[in-house]
C-alpha cells in the first residue's frame, strides 16, 4: 500500500546530477521525512489529505548547491574585495577577522548564509573567526551550515602590516577551538552542521602545526579545506622558510589527499598540477574570484592529471549558478576553444555531486535520488530570459540566474517560497548585517590612521 509522502513536487522539470539518468522531462518527487522516497514519470496514486503538493509545471528541479569554500563574515568587503588584488587578511586598511565582534559575526554570518540559500545552495562549507556564532546563525536560515575557525599560528594581528610571526600559543588555541567545535557542531545524523578542518593556509600554519592538523584529520576522520597557492607571496614564503612549493610541503606533512579541499591553486608548477592530480585533491574552484584578480587555476590541467573539481564562492557574490558559467568559461579559455570536456554537464556535476563528494557526503546529498536527503531547489522558468526551452541544462548554466530560485527545499523542510526565506526575517538579517558592517569600516579605517601616523605617513 503507497504511504503518503509529506511533500509530493508535481510535473517539474527534474535535472538530477545522477549520471545514469540526468533528466526527466516531467516528474514527480516523493518526499517523507527528510528523504526523497520516490520519483514518478506519471502522477502518483491519490496523496493523503495532509501531503503538500507543490505545483512545479513551469519550474526546474535540481539537487541544491553544496558550496565548498565560504567566508560568509567576509560579505563586509563586498563591493571593495573585488578590486583589491589581494586577500583581505593580507591588506592594511580594511577589516580583519580579528577586528569582528561577537554580535558582528552573528549579523554577517546570517547575512552570508541567508544569500546562499535564496541563491540555491543547501550547504555552504565557511571558514573564519567566531565559527561557533557564525553556524548557529547560518543554520538559523535554514541552509546547512559546516565550517571550522580557521587554524594558523601566525599572529594575524601583524600579516597585513607584511609581519608573519608564528607563535605556538596562537595554533594550540585555534586547534583547541575546532575540537571544541566538532563536540558542539559535528553532527553525522542529521548534517544540519558539521565540521571540516581549516588550516588557513601554508604560510600562515608553521609546518609543525600543519602535521597537528594532519594528526587530528586523522584521529578524526574529517576533511580538509585551506587555501593554497593562493598568492605569489605565499608560495615565496614558503619557498624560502621550508624550501619547497606549498603543494610539496602539504605532501610532506600527509595532507595531501582525497581528504582535501584545496582553494585557489593559481600559482603551481607543472609538477605542482602531477601532485594534487595523483591525490585525487578536489580543487575547490573560485572561478569568479580568481578572474576578478587576473588570475585563473589551471583547471584543464588539474582535470587532466586526476584532480576533481567542485564549486566555491570564497567571499565573493554567493550565486552559484553564475560561478557554473565562470567555470566553464575558465576550461574553455585554457583550451582556447569548445570542446567535449568543458560543457555545462561539467560544471553541474561540479556544483552539486561534486561538492558533497568533496565533503563525503557524496551519498547522501548532490542528487536526486530516491533514499538521498531531500534537498532539492526549484527555479522559476516561467521567465523570458529562460525562453524558449530547447536545452534545460544548458539554459540554467548559461541564462539562469541564483535569482530565478523560487523554492529550496532542506532536508524535507521548505525554506524558500516564492524567493523570500521562511525561517528568518530578511529585512531583518539585511539591518542587522548593515549595522555591523558600518561599525566595522568605521574601526578599520581608524586603526589604518594611527597605524599610518605611526608610520609617519601624511593623514
Known amino acids: 500500500m503507497h504511504t503518503a509522502p509529506d511533500i509530493l513536487i508535481a510535473a517539474g522539470t527534474i535535472l538530477t546530477a545522477d549520471p545514469q539518468r540526468p533528466q526527466i522531462d516531467s516528474g514527480w518527487i516523493e518526499v517523507t521525512g527528510d528523504r526523497i522516497t520516490a520519483l514518478h514519470d506519471t502522477p502518483p496514486d491519490p496523496v493523503g489529505p ?3 503538493v507543490i505545483d512545479a509545471r513551469g519550474l526546474v528541479v535540481t539537487p541544491g548547491f553544496v558550496n565548498v569554500h565560504t567566508h560568509a563574515i567576509l560579505s563586509m568587503l563586498r563591493g571593495v574585495a573585488e578590486d583589491m588584488g589581494f586577500a583581505p587578511a593580507y591588506t592594511m586598511g580594511v577589516p580583519h577577522g580579528h577586528d569582528v565582534r561577537p554580535d558582528e559575526a552573528h549579523a554577517l554570518a546570517q547575512l552570508g548564509g541567508l544569500e546562499a540559500l535564496l541563491f540555491g545552495s543547501t550547504l555552504i562549507n565557511d571558514s573564519f573567526t567566531h565559527q561557533d556564532i557564525a553556524l548557529d546563525a547560518m543554520r538559523d536560515t535554514g541552509i546547512r551550515a559546516w565550517g571550522c575557525g580557521r587554524i ?12 608573519w610571526d608564528y607563535d605556538t600559543a596562537i595554533g594550540a588555541q585555534t586547534l583547541d577551538l575546532a575540537t571544541d567545535l566538532i563536540a558542539q557542531f559535528h553532527d553525522p545524523v542529521t548534517l544540519r552542521t558539521g565540521v571540516v578542518l581549516a588550516p588557513h593556509a601554508p604560510d600562515t600554519c608553521s609546518t609543525d602545526l600543519l602535521r597537528q592538523v594532519a594528526a587530528m584529520r586523522d584521529a578524526t576522520g574529517l576533511h580538509i579545506n585551506t587555501h593554497v597557492a593562493q598568492s605569489r607571496v605565499e608560495v615565496d614564503l614558503i619557498a624560502r622558510r621550508d624550501g619547497c612549493s606549498p603543494v610539496e610541503l602539504l605532501e610532506d606533512v600527509g595532507l595531501l589527499d582525497d581528504r582535501l579541499i584545496a582553494a585557489h591553486c593559481i600559482h603551481l608548477t607543472d609538477s605542482d598540477i602531477a601532485r594534487l592530480g595523483r591525490a585525487r585533491v578536489t580543487l575547490a574552484h573560485i572561478a569568479k574570484g580568481n578572474q576578478t584578480h587576473g588570475r585563473t587555476a589551471p583547471t584543464d590541467a588539474l ?8 564549486l566555491a564562492t570564497d567571499n565573493m557574490h554567493a550565486d552559484m549558478v553564475e560561478l557554473m558559467r565562470w567555470g566553464l568559461a575558465t576550461g574553455r579559455l585554457q583550451q582556447q576553444g569548445i570542446s567535449d570536456d568543458w560543457q555545462p554537464a561539467r560544471l553541474f556535476h561540479a556544483a552539486t555531486i561534486g561538492g558533497a563528494q568533496a565533503l563525503g557526503l557524496g551519498n547522501e546529498l548532490g542528487s536526486v535520488q530516491v533514499g538521498k536527503r531531500a ?13 524558449p526551452l530547447t536545452n534545460v541544462l544548458g539554459t540554467l548554466v548559461h541564462t539562469a540566474q541564483g535569482r530565478d530560485v523560487d523554492k529550496v527545499i532542506v532536508g524535507g523542510r521548505l525554506v524558500v517560497d516564492g524567493g523570500e526565506p521562511l525561517l528568518v526575517d530578511r529585512v531583518g538579517v539585511i539591518e542587522r548585517a548593515e549595522a555591523a558592517a558600518r561599525a566595522l569600516w568605521s574601526r578599520a579605517r581608524t586603526e589604518a590612521l594611527g597605524q599610518r601616523a605611526s608610520q609617519g605617513y601624511p593623514k
Open 152 to 163: 594558523h599560528d601566525v599572529d594575524f594581528t601583524r600579516v597585513h602590516l607584511g609581519q
Open 375 to 387: 534537498d532539492l531547489v526549484l527555479f522559476d522558468f516561467r521567465r523570458p530570459h529562460l525562453r
Open 303 to 310: 582535470l587532466a592529471q586526476g584532480a576533481r573539481l567542485a
Open 50 to 52: 495532509t501531503t503538500q
